[in-house]
């Protein structure tokens, strides 16, 4: 076999033909199925994909046209968030500052009221004070009366028990008494 094979090639040096460019009936034949081939494919399939591509295309497009509005209705919500995030943060505000007013108006109120109530039970106190001070002086003089009497009744000798009499000699010992208390005052 290696002599039939250095034969071939001893034939085929003889003729210089390159074996990497084909011969010209070849040629010439592998055109037409590529010329068919070619023909099919624009004819039927290139139509076919243009539309896809088409359709691609204006979903794409249509995806993008969807998606700039969906991209501008989101920022029309977020500024509309803002600017109720904003009104409410002002509300909250304007809120909490007329419940520091209120609460100053009824820390204020709440102040008077006390003032009021403390001025009536002062009131209320002095009075009761000065009632009480004036049972002391008449329970005093009827005590010191009663005293001053039977200390009179002792040292004069004689009894006092007439009751005009008796209330004469009260009135002028507590009239003593209290001419001597304001001459000392």
Request: net charge negative; glycine share 4%.
């Amino acid at each position: 076999m290696t002599q039939q094979a250095i034969a071939i090639l001893a034939a085929a040096g003889e003729e210089n033909i390159n074996p990497l460019i084909p011969a010209p009936f070849e040629i010439f034949w592998s055109l037409i199925p590529l010329a068919v081939v070619f023909f099919v494919f624009f004819r039927y399939v290139m139509p076919k994909l243009g539309a896809v591509l088409d359709e691609r295309a204006a979903l794409i497009e249509g995806g993008i046209s969807k998606a700039e509005k969906a991209q501008a209705e989101a920022a029309a919500a977020l500024e509309e968030y803002t600017a109720q995030l904003t009104e409410a943060r002002a509300e909250a505000a304007r809120i909490r500052e007329d419940a520091r007013a209120e609460a100053a108006q009824i820390l204020a109120e709440t102040r008077v009221k006390a003032g009021h109530e403390a001025d009536r039970i002062v009131e209320t106190a002095n009075k009761q004070i000065e009632a009480e001070r004036q049972q002391a002086i008449v329970s005093l003089r009827s005590d010191v009366g009663a005293l001053a009497t039977e200390l009179a009744s002792k040292i004069v000798g004689e009894s006092l028990a007439d009751d005009a009499r008796q209330q004469r000699v009260i009135d002028a010992f507590l009239t003593d008494l209290e001419a001597n208390v304001k001459a000392e005052g």
